[in-house]
């Protein structure tokens, strides 16, 4: 078809021109389940809010110790006329009176935790909606290109059929 628009023939179109092979490009129909699952496996931001978490978790354990009396032990060598050499030990503990400081770093952390956990809420949503867009979108162009296929295949029984009406004298050029 594409040469006759060109008013070659077959052997003169190869000689001027080279076609390349096409690859057939295959792909695999997805899920919308399995797309969904695939793409949050491999987001790095979903992952570097699962390292958020895990850092203030940890901080969340080292602000646990602000609850405890702070404990120092000491040990000195020591030189005495009377005992001769020796050593002192010194026990200092500071008891935290107040536990506004470990309360407030508790309540932080805790809303730091529930922010992130909600960003991460809200990703995995926008990633749900942004997979299932596409998989519709490609579906859509999927049924244009098979409904593109079938008229044109129509359109060429009709060509067909005109041909046949024009040969016989029945149709005019046009």
Same mark, same amino acid.
Request: charged residues 30%.
């Given at each position: 078809?594409?040469? =006759? %628009?060109? !008013? $070659? ?5 190869? &000689? *001027?021109?080279?076609?390349? +092979? ?38 969340? =354990? %080292?602000? !646990? $110790? ?5 404990? &120092? *032990?000491?040990?000195?060598? +020591? ?38 956990? =909600? ?56």
């Amino acid at each position: 078809e594409f040469l =006759k %628009y060109l !008013n $070659l023939d077959v052997k003169t179109f190869f &000689k *001027l021109y080279r076609l390349s +092979s096409l690859q057939n490009v295959s792909h695999k129909h997805k899920g919308v389940k399995e797309a969904i699952q695939f793409a949050l496996e491999h987001r790095p931001d979903l992952k570097v809010y699962d390292y958020d978490k895990e850092k203030l978790m940890l901080d969340d =354990k %080292y602000s !646990n $110790l602000l609850k405890y009396p702070d404990l &120092k *032990l000491a040990l000195y060598g +020591s030189h005495d006329i009377q005992y001769g050499n020796g050593f002192k030990f010194a026990l200092e503990m500071d008891f935290p009176v107040e536990q506004s400081k470990y309360r407030a770093k508790s309540m932080e952390i805790k809303s730091s935790l529930i922010n992130i956990e =909600k960003k991460t809420e809200m990703k995995i949503i926008n990633i749900k909606i942004t997979v299932r867009n596409i998989i519709s979108t490609l579906n859509t162009l999927l049924d244009n290109i098979k409904r593109s296929k079938a008229e044109i295949q129509l359109v060429e029984k009709l060509e067909d059929a005109e041909n046949k009406k024009y040969k016989s004298g029945l149709s005019n050029i046009f």
